[in-house]
């Protein structure tokens, strides 16, 4: 980064501008800690760390977001909501249950992979 005066002296231009600042890209991104997409639902009591996504499908035609956890839970959102919450992130982020949200519980193990098998029954459609 250059500090460069308001008026310029022809005379000084020989030597250049000195640098008052220097970084890289790679510093720069290394600075960031964006949040995950699901992380204000992913907080354990007592804990700092937050579950890990281990698997996840959107399902373009419901507009939702699924991700299976390591605990073995699975959380549906809608993607639209979830993604405003990470972009804006507005006051609504610390109230209780936001984004709007199911929890599945019932694996025992890491979720490693989601099926969502449109078309097959309509079952699976739940509106």
Same mark, same amino acid.
């Given at each position: ?8 002296? %022809? +005379?000084?231009?020989?030597? /250049? !501008? ?7 890209? =790679? +510093? *720069? $991104?290394?600075?960031?800690?964006? *949040? #995950?997409?699901?992380? =204000?639902?992913? $907080? ?6 937050? !579950? %890990?996504?281990? *698997? ?5 035609a419901h507009g939702r977001?699924?991700? /299976?956890? +390591?605990? #073995? ?5 809608? *993607? ?5 919450? =990470?972009?804006?992130?507005?006051e609504h982020m610390c &109230?209780? /249950?936001?984004?709007? @949200? &199911?929890?599945?519980?019932? @694996?025992?193990? %890491? ?6 098998? @449109? =078309?097959v029954s309509s079952r699976?459609?739940? &509106?």
């Open positions: 980064i250059w500090n460069i005066p308001d008026s310029l002296d %022809k +005379e000084n231009m020989t030597e /250049g !501008l000195p640098v008052t600042t220097s970084t890289s890209l =790679q +510093e *720069a $991104f290394s600075k960031l800690h964006p *949040a #995950g997409i699901i992380d =204000q639902l992913s $907080f354990i009591p007592n804990s700092d760390e937050p !579950l %890990k996504v281990t *698997a996840s499908v959107y399902i373009p977001l699924v991700c /299976g956890r +390591e605990d #073995g839970s699975i959380v549906i959102v809608p *993607a639209t909501q979830t993604a405003i919450v =990470q972009l804006l992130q507005d &109230r209780r /249950g936001w984004p709007p @949200h &199911r929890t599945l519980r019932g @694996h025992r193990n %890491k979720v490693t992979c989601l099926l969502y098998p @449109h =078309q699976y459609d739940q &509106r």
